[in-house]
């Protein structure tokens, strides 16, 4: 489609394509962003994509894209679209195969200059100690029945099993346990995968990063939090793995055996709330993301121990900052027109933000609205946020997840010389581990927009405010 059908909303942060425009539409959709961020959306596909989700039934209110939008599964990457839980739908493809892929960020203790002198060392034990890279299997042996434990259970496994902190249950999204999960709607297939992947990154996008903590925008809420200027922080990425992507693949081969007629786009499949497929899907969605919660305590146990043996720290001095996911659908209650509802609100490639007051910040940031994590590249900065109040009414408080990819995979291995990303690494005094080559091509800070332009989007839009930058100098991929 063309720019033309786009229209200015609230100055140049804001565009929306009307439903009048496209036969099909809803709703009207809306993409956050700078005119540039609008035009990559345009060539990717990913605009076309957001027309879609505003043409499946029962949405409620806008579908809404992040500025960190590109081409996804069915829904684009950054989207958010919210359905009613009485008479609405859920779409796997609006939460996508990696679920409950998520950040988690723990703050550590000392300096960076303590750091750097350790620093190859530390990031080489981390990366000998979490397993990573296409397929890799963990270090954890568990059986089904322990699996099983750990979908239902969730952080309360992990916690039970020494790992991680009691206080890391109060610094993750629903304490780090959805109610209403049942393996038995997860296949054994999945599970297998599951049994051999708990505690480790993946590849990809994924990885586990030492950063350190540069300016503060807010040091009232950075301070509540428990970020300091000059202090380091790891962050990691990574999700439900293997286990979760089955889910999604069990599940949408069953939705497309189903008779279609006027599907915009065959990777949208959805089950209506009337159907038991809809509440078997969101049951062991719940699972998957039960059991991603516990593959990033694993992984922040494990940092902690390494930590522990190079700078003498105690495990508890390592707070858990927040994790929180953003590949999620979850029944939430908006206001929409005045009236509360309840709505499945879908987030894919999208985080929660929520402000103030809410009750599911918990009594830890009920004060000020819970972290939210977004990520950049491993060449530059990534940040901490916190929602707004005003965001409430425009995107069902939700915000970016990251920098969003500008190159796909395969325009990278073309385009990005590995040699001189090391090299412009060093310069930085990042110290990069990866096992192959091509995890530096596919995830080279190229491929990734500009996280301050990202970021700048979301705060010129009134979605979130910046808390704190982090600057990477050790990264771990697969």
Known sequence: MGSEKLQRESGNYEFVIRKSDHPGMKTDAVIY???????MAERDGSMKQLINVASL??????????????SGYGFPIGGVAAYDV??????????????????????????????????RETVDDLFRSIPSG??????????ETEIEKIMNEGIGWALRN????????????????????DPSKVSRSAIARGRKQIGTIGAGNHFVEVQRVGEIMQPDIANAFGIRSGEVAVMIHTGSRGLGHQVATDYIEKLHSKPWKDLPDDQLVYAHSSENIYWKYLAAMKAAANFAFVNREIIASQIRKIFSKHFGLQEEDMKMIYSISHNLAREEVHEVDGVARRLMVHRKGATRALPPGKKENGSKYQNTGHPVLVPGDM??????????????QLTFASSCHGAGRQLSRHAAMKLVNADKVESILRERRIYLKTASAR??????????KDVDRVVSSVENAGIARVVSALYPIGVVKG
């Open 57 to 70: 039934p029962s949405i409620v209110g806008r579908a809404i894209a992040m500025p960190d939008i590109h």
């Open 379 to 392: 060449g530059r900065k990534s940040y901490v946020l916190v929602g707004t109040r005003e965001n409430l």
């Open 162 to 181: 020494g790992y991680g902190i009691e206080s890391d249950r109060e610094s993750t999204e629903e304490s780090g346990c959805f109610e209403g999960a």
């Open 134 to 143: 296409v397929g890799i299997n963990g270090r954890i042996n568990l059986s």
């Open 439 to 448: 995890a530096i091509l596919e995830e080279a800070p190229e491929s990734y």
């Open 33 to 39: 962003g700078d005119r540039e961020i609008i035009n």
């Open 86 to 119: 009485n008479d609405g739908i859920i779409s796997p493809g609006g939460v996508g195969y990696d679920i409950n892929c998520g950040v988690s960020l723990i703050s550590i203790p000392i300096t960076v200059d303590e750091f750097m002198k350790k620093q």
